[in-house]
């Protein structure tokens, strides 16, 4: 392991002979770069959203998940970079364990990188590195363009998820409510948390 290894704080905050989650070894390619949206039933709900930049998954915890109205910004905590094996990570991890609880994959699919300057794109880790990330997501649940920014300055900076305002806007949706199932399983937070495989 590198000590400029990205996965260095994902690893060290897991037991792996104790929690179901990938530990990062395989990759499984797929058309495009992934992104992927957690719902995480923790010491508290949250929704994690991550996008596969540079071979890992930059993650950032929405405690209130995603809207489709432009109109609200939800805050967004940057976390630890994750595995790209953890996009299709659904299960229980045991309580005790880091982030112990349950994992569905609400949403899942990939996406493409919004911002350009004078034509060209801008790369991902550069625009995360300003604070200012476009991206259309090509979910199932989720389509169309989503705004990451930052505000403030320090490196704890808080993030906003905002969705921007095009034809995939939906204002009067509640998206998390109407839509509260796996994205690939259909089930819910307690048939995974009971092992049912639907
Ligand atoms: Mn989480």
Request: proline share 8%; hydrophobic share 30%; net charge negative.
């Amino acid at each position: 392991m590198s000590p400029d290894d990205p996965l260095k704080a994902y690893r060290e905050k897991r037991d792996f002979e104790r929690t179901p989650e990938p530990s990062g070894g395989e990759v499984r390619r797929r058309p495009g770069p992934a992104f992927v949206i957690q719902k995480h039933r923790a010491s508290t709900l949250h929704y994690d959203f991550r996008i596969e930049v540079d071979g890992v998954l930059k993650s950032w915890a929405v405690p209130k998940g995603p809207s489709t109205n432009p109109r609200d910004k939800r805050l967004a905590i940057p976390t630890e970079d994750h595995p790209l094996d953890y996009a299709d990570f659904e299960g229980t991890i045991p309580e005790g364990e880091y982030g112990g609880g349950t994992v569905m994959v609400w949403d899942i699919g990939s996406y493409r990188n919004l911002k350009t300057e004078d034509g060209r794109e801008v790369p991902m880790a550069e625009t995360i590195a300003r604070g200012h990330v476009t991206v259309a997501l090509e979910g199932s649940k989720l389509k169309g363009g989503y705004a990451l920014i930052r505000t403030g300055k320090s490196d704890n900076a808080r993030w906003l998820l905002v969705k921007m305002d095009d034809e995939a806007a939906e204002p009067g949706l509640d998206v998390v409510a109407a839509l509260p199932h796996s994205a690939l399983t259909g089930r819910g937070l307690d048939e995974i948390a009971s092992g049912d495989s639907g």
